[in-house]
């Protein structure tokens, strides 16, 4: 979210606050480089208050793990540089690894611990005697700052989680019903994709504000199983919408249309999303419309012809019912998190939360192996020029190598990204040299000193609080920090802010080739690659081997919302045909519960067929490139068509119904542009 102007600077003063108390405290005690208390201040500081104390103590940990590494590392191969500097190196690629694999906020631990070893021992590779000093410094210098960090920012005007993640819950919710409606039209609306898209990537926001819960500092927040259970539900919402948009464009396109009794029920439940009722009177309309959409489809279904008009209504009204149902308990979910309503939920809503869960995510093995291996070689070469040359700065273009590899290798645009923190590293190095040999040599005290330092640190400050702008502050802060000599005392060494001011930069430069080489694989690789593992995940429903719905779809839903951050920051979206991550989401979870399905079946037509259409399917979303798509065989269409005919010559009811409501998704899902299903008559 954009900062106000207001908020902007309110944060840039708590953040400048913390580190000047940082950097007070680490002077009191006697650190010798206590600029490391001020850039921990900056790194972990956010606008939220819970999102800055979660990475506090992330940082903390990481910084505890990474130094203890170091101390284990250094004393081993302590006359050997050139492999202690690959070990370290090994040791930073593994830890970027695990962090780009689990892509939660608590990955900042693992990125903490490979870049805090490399802080720690690249300095001492070449003088290794005072490594445990050096690591016991450290993390008492980050400890000070934490500290400062979660005074100042979880105390003083904080901005909470919960006040954050209420008005978001209430902004999606009220987008989803808007959609919904514009769904109910059944207008086919490009537009509406878009958005059902752009909801994917809200779903991803939900779960990234909740993973902060435990750490805000609010008075009150809402319990992290109801906003899991919204996140899956409106995670529902996107393609059960986008079916309801399907069957009732596709029923008005054939002779008799909509039915006058289910295009009234349509209009109800249009002004029942758009109405401002609340509370027991919106339930009990809820019910009587569930009521109703139950009644309708048992009539359809019960009906002497099977057409493929009836099974189309059949479907449509079965997902009109799951839509009211959705938004009801939606709505219950919505107050309980905004007005702390934990009691009187209906059935549904309890269900919903008791079975919530984390999220499942995507993980891509080989781009994770392919950035560490990036970061080490990165590393292990900027290491070696060091080495050889003896050049008095190399472990800091090292530490700046493993930095920035670390921190903008699992961005979907990692070359913009580290571009421009190299155009902020290069004011932060120009702002220093002013700073270093014209300003600072005329400070005669602390006071002064933060006075001096204020004008640059208050406005890149309110620069982090806004997203377009916070790579740019963040590489100003670095580049500023690293060479303007905030030690503990005052020393003008022009050669050796020169030789840190390449290494900065230098390391910075080396980063971009790298990234360029190992980490950027392009829009369309990086489509392709979502769309295959999407593709594998499909037929692993269709085979019966992903029982876990929950799971399933929340992992395909992470892909969805991937793939939209990607095409948001392409240039140009890649050349691949149209792919829609929805529609996949519902064919897979329609195999899925088919294969369910046809496990209780104990043979005849219907198993068979339901058997030999899903090998169909699992064989096609295995077989298909993102690069060349084809249709699914027509030998899947005949197999789903005569386990429909099965199914409608199923005397037992209950499993008809179910049987024909998913093949008639999945039908239409799989093969949108074939003719309509003829049954013989039962």
């Excluded at 022009?494 to 390391?507: E, K, M, P, T």
């Excluded at 999407?534 to 969805?560: E, K, N, S, V, Y």
Aim: charged fraction near 20%; aromatic fraction near 8%; proline fraction near 4%.
């Amino acid at each position: 979210m954009m900062a106000t102007d207001a908020q902007a600077m309110l944060f840039s003063v708590k953040c400048f606050a913390a580190a000047i108390i940082a950097y007070y405290i680490s002077l009191r005690i006697g650190f010798s480089q206590p600029v490391w208390a001020v850039t921990t201040v900056y790194l972990v500081s956010q606008p939220l208050a819970g999102a800055t104390l979660s990475k506090s103590l992330y940082r903390l940990l990481g910084t505890l793990l990474g130094g203890a590494a170091a101390v284990i590392f250094l004393p081993a191969f302590v006359n050997e540089p050139l492999v202690l500097s690959f070990v370290l190196a090994l040791w930073l690629g593994l830890c970027v690894y695990i962090a780009q694999l689990d892509r939660t906020p608590r990955s900042y631990t693992f990125l903490l611990a490979g870049y805090t070893a490399s802080v720690i021992g690249f300095p001492s590779v070449l003088a290794p005697a005072g490594i445990f000093n050096t690591a016991i410094l450290r993390v008492q210098e980050i400890s000070i700052a934490v500290a400062a960090v979660g005074l100042i920012h979880g105390v003083v005007w904080p901005r909470t989680i919960a006040r954050r993640l209420q008005d978001r819950i209430t902004a999606i919710l009220n987008d989803g019903e808007r959609w919904s409606r514009r769904a109910l039209l059944g207008s086919r609306d490009p537009t509406l994709d878009r958005d059902r898209r752009r909801l994917a990537r809200d779903v991803d926001d939900i779960e990234q504000l909740a993973a902060h819960l435990a750490f805000d500092t609010a008075r009150w927040a809402p319990p992290g199983q109801v906003v899991r259970a919204f996140r899956d539900q409106i995670s529902w919402l996107l393609p059960l919408s986008g079916v309801l948009e399907d069957r009732i464009a596709e029923c008005a396109a054939h002779s008799g249309g909509l039915s006058p009794e289910v295009a009234v029920l349509i209009a109800r439940v249009d002004g029942w999303l758009g109405t401002d009722m609340s509370g027991p009177t919106r339930d009990e309309v809820a019910r009587k419309l569930v009521s109703e959409a139950e009644k309708l489809a048992a009539a359809a279904a019960a009906g002497d012809r099977c057409g493929w008009r009836e099974l189309l209504l059949m479907s449509l009204l079965a997902r009109l019912r799951e839509l009211v149902i959705a938004h009801r308990v939606l709505r219950e979910l919505d107050e309980c998190i905004v007005n702390d309503k934990l009691r009187g939920l209906s059935t549904e809503a309890v269900r919903l939360v008791r079975a919530s869960s984390g999220r499942a995510l995507h993980r891509d093995h080989g781009l994770a192996l392919r950035s560490a291996f990036g970061t080490m070689v990165a590393v292990c070469g900027v290491c070696a020029f060091w080495i050889f040359t003896a050049w008095p700065s190399g472990a800091i273009a090292a530490m700046i190598v493993g930095l920035t590899c670390a921190l903008f290798g699992s961005r979907p645009d990692p070359d913009v990204a580290i571009v421009h923190f190299f155009l902020g590293s290069l004011a932060g190095v120009a702002a220093a040299a002013g700073y270093g040999f014209m300003v600072l040599p005329r400070v005669t005290d602390f006071v002064m000193l933060a006075l001096v330092l204020s004008p640059i640190l208050l406005l890149t400050g309110s620069m982090l609080a806004r997203p377009p702008l916070a790579l740019l502050a963040l590489g100003v802060l670095i580049g500023f920090l690293n060479t303007v000599g905030l030690a503990a005392t005052y020393q003008s060494d022009f050669s050796a802010f020169v030789n840190g001011a390449i290494a900065q930069l230098g390391g910075t430069a080396v980063t971009i080739v790298v990234i360029g080489i190992f980490h950027v694989i392009g829009a369309e690789a990086a489509f392709a690659r979502l769309y295959r593992a999407g593709f594998r995940d499909i037929a692993a429903r269709a085979d019966g081997c992903a029982p876990d719905t929950q799971r399933w779809t929340g992992r395909m839903l992470d892909r969805t919302a991937l793939i939209a951050a990607r095409g948001g920051t392409a240039a140009a979206r890649p050349a691949l045909p149209s792919y829609d991550a929805l529609v996949g989401l519902r064919i897979g979870y329609l195999a899925g519960e088919l294969r369910a399905l046809q496990t209780t079946l104990t043979g005849g037509e219907e198993r068979t067929a339901l058997d030999e259409a899903l090998r169909g399917i699992s064989e096609h979303f295995r077989r298909i490139e993102a690069a060349r798509r084809e249709p699914a065989a027509e030998s899947v269409l005949e197999a789903i068509d005569r386990a429909m005919t099965a199914f409608v010559a199923d005397p037992h009811a209950e499993r008809r119904y179910s049987g024909l409501i998913l093949l008639t998704g999945l039908r239409r899902g799989l093969f949108p542009q074939a003719s309509a299903f003829e049954a013989t008559p039962r």
